[in-house]
């Protein structure tokens, strides 16, 4: 057996130019410590072998030459070898110094999410590939030999430990002797010989194809996070190995995808010319498997792939509705279990009753949700689905956001500023806390978690006592609020989603994480601008959104409090619930039972005074992303979203008549439409071609599509001068969030004119010239939340700012002596300009409160007079919630 050196050494002790700082490691293949290079002032691993190998000058002679052409192999993903010495009868190796952990260590807490599993095993695969190339071949692939870092995976040891293990057993053919650290009390043996190849095993010699099959070894192990190969015995390892095949991936973890199971199987066959021949050829596989993963990830069917630049550009929906009719009359649903069937069914309200978010209680028998009385009066009402009527809760007026008790027996809920509870039994509600609250759970322990519009979210100790915060908001990620707490199955931990409140739908502070309820350090999990709930083994969160999102569901660990696995779709359109941002109208139940609103969201354009007087409709409700109004005010440009065909389209309305007509057709979306200066033509986006083109089209339907923009990237038009320049935002092509405020004539030549330079600020997707079209106005987050600007046009250099007290939406009037906005409180404000000596603004004052909803949607004619407002439609029909009983089965395959 290898016998390592009895005494570390000690910091400053020096080996040759390198000074030893401190010892990091330790393992088969030596001591490690981190050491500084006092010739080049770096920071490098020197890492000091087994005295056993300088027992033999051939052998060290060896090892050197090989360490020797090791050091010119250079691959991002393959730690560096800078120099090889002997000081002192010490022999040692000098590499790059990584900061990480080995992916041994990485999955000992389980299994990695597919996209991890897949992104390493191409880095390694190429590693390999490059590797092989010339001539050099690991001979020991494993996870301890795989540090994770910042940048990606680093092979450690690369084609050194063929002369290690010679130096120890005495010959090239010797079966290695040497076992790892995972050897338990018992004997199992768990370390590098399940991941030899039979050819090793055998004692013959090691070529590329044996690298195939250890990486193979890793991939299982990857994925599943069990060994390929495992045995009570050496020999009955080397037995298993030698002959038996590994359960299918699929089989161990369903999510996988079939493809995967196919690259490792073809990897560890027996015969290495069964194998895959090359590591390269590996690597192209996995490739082409994450490029489906992250399809399916990012759209789990086609339409939330169609939906994604809706989601981006259109005004937020609220989701008020009224229900009706009567209850189909279930029995109490029992716990989910896979042997039993699923149930499907609708649940129908009493007319003029539901509001919104129906949540089930924790044995998903009932579920409380907001509603209205046949006096307008908004409550809290509790229905069991055994049961053919609603009750109303007393004292529970204006109530929101409601969460239940974990034995079901009491609810939690916001009203008129304060976190309430009251019994469903009956009794006066008890208030809490003076909070607006933005969700809430609650712990078995009695504790109460509550969120505000802003900030952490905090613990309201059952004992008594002042909110204590369980969260730290991280403003390098730009979070500006964490929301929406739900309790997973320990009660000590719970999912949130924190949020940039005023940033993009792909701002990097949107994810969900995990959190726990002493406020230790929270856990990243998936990358969503929604919330997220969990039931029987899975995370339940929504993708997409706009109109209606995407809901999926992906197993999840609540021990290791990890995601595995692909994501599968269960309903295509969940709305979102009312104005609360990255909040969606679901709820399920810890046995399985699924409530969900996919109802259609529908507005209705309506004509406004300056006043905020109703003075008339215009055309029939409809699922409408976008419209503009011509600038004389007679025809308006609707973009509306079609069921049928999953698109949406531009329509052409004649104003005077209330008739509309098609502009465009699909396949593809075309969203937000400006109007040329002279009302002759019509700018949109396109998503044909590439993610988000300029497309330009006669408003009377003549003539075809022309491309004003032909390249990959997102931009979306704004505004059309009267010069012929199209205003447009333009977001990075990688679909980061930098984004940039830009123009670009309608007629060729086209050459862009950057307005405002590509920063992570926000901007909103409303951004207006000025009637002489010398000066922008547009919306932008500088400060933490959107301000209105002014900025001329077009060398870009004198910017004012308009608004006091944050704004969105402007838009000009009165032949530019006027700019109007919507402010946060849903208020239409004006404010006088004077552009006569460069720009000078007054005093903002409020004109009118816009309907609740409203969000952005709304138009004003060149005079300010009045206004065209896309007002959400409260229908005096049912808006149908579906009911799924035991959801896992319903949505298996």
Same mark, same amino acid.
């Given at each position: 057996?290898?016998?390592?050196?009895?005494?570390?050494?000690?910091?400053?002790?020096?080996?040759?130019?390198?000074?030893?700082?401190?010892?990091?490691g330790a393992g088969g293949m030596g001591e490690i410590y981190r050491a500084r290079d006092t010739r080049?002032?770096r920071t490098v691993a020197v890492k000091v072998l087994p005295a056993t190998l300088s027992a033999s000058?051939?052998?060290?002679?060896?090892?050197?030459?090989?360490?020797?052409?090791?050091?010119?192999?250079?691959?991002?993903?393959?730690?560096?070898?800078?120099?090889?010495?002997?000081?002192?009868?010490?022999?040692?190796?000098?590499?790059?110094?990584?900061?990480?952990?080995?992916?041994?260590?990485?999955?000992?807490?389980?299994?990695?999410?597919?996209?991890?599993?897949?992104?390493?095993?191409?880095?390694?695969?190429?590693?390999?590939?490059?590797?092989?190339?010339?001539?050099?071949?690991?001979?020991?692939?494993?996870?301890?030999?795989?540090?994770?870092?910042?940048?990606?995976?680093?092979?450690?040891?690369?084609?050194?430990?063929?002369?290690?293990?010679?130096?120890?057993?005495?010959?090239?053919?010797?079966?290695?002797?040497?076992?790892?650290?995972?050897?338990?009390?018992?004997?199992?043996?768990?370390?590098?010989?399940?991941?030899?190849?039979?050819?090793?095993?055998?004692?013959?010699?090691?070529?590329?194809?044996?690298?195939?099959?250890?990486?193979?070894?890793?991939?299982?192990?990857?994925?599943?996070?069990?060994?390929?190969?495992?045995?009570?015995?050496?020999?009955?390892?080397?037995?298993?190995?030698?002959?038996?095949?590994?359960?299918?991936?699929?089989?161990?973890?369903?999510?996988?995808?079939?493809?995967?199971?196919?690259?490792?199987?073809?990897?560890?066959?027996?015969?290495?010319?069964?194998?895959?021949?090359?590591?390269?050829?590996?690597?192209?596989?996995?490739?082409?498997?994450?490029?489906?993963?992250?399809?399916?990830?990012?759209?789990?069917?086609?339409?939330?792939?169609?939906?994604?630049?809706?989601?981006?550009?259109?005004?937020?929906?609220?989701?008020?509705?009224?229900?009706?009719?009567?209850?189909?009359?279930?029995?109490?649903?029992?716990?989910?279990?896979?042997?039993?069937?699923?149930?499907?069914?609708?649940?129908?309200?009493?007319?003029?009753?539901?509001?919104?978010?129906?949540?089930?209680?924790?044995?998903?028998?009932?579920?409380?949700?907001?509603?209205?009385?046949?006096?307008?009066?908004?409550?809290?009402?509790?229905?069991?689905?055994?049961?053919?009527?609603?009750?109303?809760?007393?004292?529970?007026?204006?109530?929101?956001?409601?969460?239940?008790?974990?034995?079901?027996?009491?609810?939690?809920?916001?009203?008129?500023?304060?976190?309430?509870?009251?019994?469903?039994?009956?009794?006066?509600?008890?208030?809490?806390?003076?909070?607006?609250?933005?969700?809430?759970?609650?712990?078995?322990?009695?504790?109460?978690?509550?969120?505000?519009?802003?900030?952490?979210?905090?613990?309201?100790?059952?004992?008594?006592?002042?909110?204590?915060?369980?969260?730290?908001?991280?403003?390098?990620?730009?979070?500006?609020?964490?929301?929406?707490?739900?309790?997973?199955?320990?009660?000590?931990?719970?999912?949130?989603?924190?949020?940039?409140?005023?940033?993009?739908?792909?701002?990097?502070?949107?994810?969900?994480?995990?959190?726990?309820?002493?406020?230790?350090?929270?856990?990243?999990?998936?990358?969503?601008?929604?919330?997220?709930?969990?039931?029987?083994?899975?995370?339940?969160?929504?993708?997409?959104?706009?109109?209606?999102?995407?809901?999926?569901?992906?197993?999840?660990?609540?021990?290791?409090?990890?995601?595995?696995?692909?994501?599968?779709?269960?309903?295509?359109?969940?709305?979102?619930?009312?104005?609360?941002?990255?909040?969606?109208?679901?709820?399920?139940?810890?046995?399985?039972?699924?409530?969900?609103?996919?109802?259609?969201?529908?507005?209705?354009?309506?004509?406004?005074?300056?006043?905020?007087?109703?003075?008339?409709?215009?055309?029939?409700?409809?699922?409408?992303?976008?419209?503009?109004?011509?600038?004389?005010?007679?025809?308006?440009?609707?973009?509306?979203?079609?069921?049928?065909?999953?698109?949406?389209?531009?329509?052409?309305?004649?104003?005077?008549?209330?008739?509309?007509?098609?502009?465009? &057709?699909?396949?593809?979306?075309?969203?937000? !439409?400006?109007? *040329?200066? /002279? $009302?002759?033509? #019509? @700018?949109?986006?396109? +998503?044909?071609?590439?993610?988000?083109?300029?497309?330009?089209?006669?408003?009377?339907?003549?003539?075809?599509?022309?491309?004003?923009?032909?390249?990959?990237?997102?931009?979306?038009?704004?505004?059309?001068?009267?010069?012929?320049?199209?205003?447009?935002?333009?977001?990075?092509?990688?679909?980061?969030?930098?984004?940039?405020?830009?123009?670009?004539?309608?007629?060729?030549?086209?050459?862009?004119?950057?307005?405002?330079?590509? &920063?992570?600020?926000?901007?909103?997707?409303? !951004?207006?010239? *000025?009637? /002489? $079209?010398?000066? #922008? @106005?547009?919306?932008? +987050?500088?400060?933490?939340?959107?301000?209105?600007?002014?900025?001329?046009?077009?060398?870009?250099?004198?910017?004012?700012?308009?608004?006091?007290?944050?704004?969105?939406?402007?838009?000009?009037?009165?032949?530019?002596?006027?700019?109007?906005?919507?402010?946060?409180?849903?208020?239409?404000?004006?404010?006088?300009?004077?552009?006569?000596?460069?720009?000078?603004?007054?005093?903002?004052?409020?004109?009118?409160?816009?309907?609740?909803?409203?969000?952005?949607?709304?138009?004003?004619?060149?005079?300010?007079?009045?206004?065209?407002?896309?007002?959400?439609?409260?229908?005096?029909?049912?808006?149908?919630?579906?009911?799924?009983?035991?959801?896992?089965?319903?949505?298996?395959?």
């Open positions: 057996m290898y016998s390592s050196r009895n005494l570390a050494l000690s910091a400053g002790t020096r080996l040759g130019p390198y000074e030893i700082l401190e010892q990091v080049l002032e000058e051939e052998i060290r002679q060896r090892f050197e030459r090989e360490a020797k052409t090791i050091s010119q192999l250079s691959h991002p993903h393959i730690c560096n070898l800078h120099d090889v010495g002997r000081e002192g009868g010490i022999d040692y190796l000098v590499m790059e110094y990584l900061e990480g952990e080995t992916l041994a260590l990485r999955l000992a807490k389980g299994p990695l999410p597919l996209e991890q599993s897949l992104r390493f095993g191409v880095q390694i695969a190429d590693a390999l590939d490059r590797a092989h190339r010339q001539g050099i071949v690991h001979r020991d692939l494993k996870p301890g030999n795989v540090m994770l870092t910042k940048g990606g995976v680093k092979l450690l040891d690369f084609g050194l430990a063929k002369e290690i293990q010679t130096a120890v057993a005495g010959g090239d053919t010797a079966l290695p002797t040497r076992v790892s650290e995972n050897l338990t009390e018992r004997g199992t043996i768990l370390g590098t010989f399940q991941y030899m190849s039979p050819e090793q095993l055998e004692g013959k010699d090691a070529d590329a194809r044996s690298d195939i099959f250890a990486l193979g070894a890793v991939l299982y192990e990857m994925a599943t996070g069990t060994k390929a190969f495992a045995g009570a015995t050496q020999a009955s390892l080397i037995s298993a190995i030698l002959r038996d095949e590994p359960p299918p991936i699929s089989q161990v973890a369903p999510m996988t995808p079939p493809a995967l199971d196919r690259v490792v199987k073809t990897c560890l066959a027996k015969d290495p010319e069964e194998r895959w021949q090359s590591a390269g050829d590996v690597a192209k596989e996995l490739k082409w498997i994450a490029e489906g993963s992250a399809a399916g990830v990012a759209a789990p069917q086609p339409v939330a792939a169609r939906r994604r630049n809706r989601e981006r550009i259109a005004w937020a929906v609220a989701a008020a509705a009224i229900a009706a009719a009567a209850w189909l009359g279930l029995s109490r649903p029992k716990p989910a279990d896979s042997r039993f069937r699923a149930l499907r069914a609708t649940v129908l309200l009493p007319e003029k009753l539901f509001l919104n978010n129906a949540v089930l209680s924790p044995d998903g028998s009932r579920f409380v949700f907001g509603g209205r009385d046949a006096a307008g009066k908004v409550q809290l009402w509790l229905r069991a689905l055994d049961e053919a009527g609603s009750t109303p809760i007393a004292g529970t007026e204006n109530g929101v956001l409601p969460f239940w008790s974990p034995d079901g027996l009491s609810i939690g809920f916001f009203a008129d500023g304060k976190l309430k509870r009251v019994e469903v039994a009956g009794g006066s509600p008890l208030a809490l806390y003076d909070v607006d609250g933005v969700g809430g759970a609650w712990a078995p322990n009695g504790d109460i978690l509550f969120a505000g519009p802003a900030g952490a979210i905090f613990r309201l100790p059952a004992s008594g006592g002042p909110p204590v915060a369980v969260t730290k908001l991280d403003a390098a990620r730009g979070e500006t609020a964490h929301r929406y707490p739900f309790l997973l199955p320990d009660g000590r931990h719970f999912l949130f989603l924190a949020m940039n409140v005023s940033g993009a739908d792909q701002h990097p502070a949107n994810r969900l994480w995990v959190g726990s309820l002493d406020g230790g350090p929270p856990k990243p999990l998936v990358a969503t601008k929604y919330n997220a709930q969990y039931s029987q083994g899975h995370l339940l969160y929504v993708v997409g959104g706009g109109y209606g999102g995407v809901l999926v569901a992906q197993s999840f660990d609540p021990v290791r409090l990890e995601t595995s696995g692909t994501p599968i779709t269960l309903a295509n359109q969940v709305g979102p619930y009312g104005d609360y941002s990255g909040f969606s109208d679901y709820s399920v139940s810890s046995n399985g039972t699924l409530l969900m609103d996919t109802s259609p969201q529908l507005r209705r354009l309506q004509w406004f005074d300056r006043r905020g007087s109703r003075t008339g409709d215009l055309g029939e409700p409809a699922q409408m992303l976008f419209f503009a109004l011509s600038p004389d005010a007679s025809r308006v440009a609707e973009s509306i979203f079609d069921p049928g065909s999953q698109t949406a389209q531009i329509w052409i309305r004649d104003v005077a008549r209330g008739v509309r007509a098609r502009l465009t &057709s699909p396949p593809g979306d075309r969203v937000g !439409a400006v109007w *040329s200066f /002279d $009302g002759a033509k #019509v @700018a949109y986006l396109s +998503d044909v071609k590439h993610q988000a083109d300029i497309a330009v089209r006669s408003a009377d339907g003549s003539g075809g599509e022309e491309m004003v923009t032909d390249e990959e990237g997102q931009r979306l038009p704004v505004d059309w001068s009267k010069d012929g320049w199209i205003l447009h935002t333009d977001r990075e092509a990688t679909g980061g969030r930098r984004m940039q405020l830009a123009a670009i004539p309608a007629s060729p030549p086209r050459k862009s004119v950057v307005l405002v330079p590509r &920063s992570v600020k926000d901007f909103g997707f409303t !951004a207006r010239f *000025s009637p /002489d $079209g010398r000066w #922008v @106005a547009f919306d932008q +987050d500088q400060s933490g939340r959107p301000e209105v600007y002014a900025v001329s046009f077009p060398e870009g250099t004198r910017k004012v700012q308009l608004s006091t007290n944050g704004g969105l939406v402007p838009k000009w009037t009165r032949g530019g002596k006027e700019i109007v906005y919507e402010d946060f409180d849903g208020r239409v404000m004006a404010v006088d300009v004077d552009t006569s000596q460069g720009l000078r603004a007054g005093t903002p004052r409020p004109l009118f409160q816009l309907p609740e909803g409203v969000n952005g949607g709304w138009e004003v004619t060149a005079d300010g007079e009045r206004f065209l407002v896309g007002v959400p439609v409260v229908k005096s029909v049912s808006r149908i919630l579906d009911l799924v009983v035991n959801w896992p089965a319903a949505f298996r395959k």
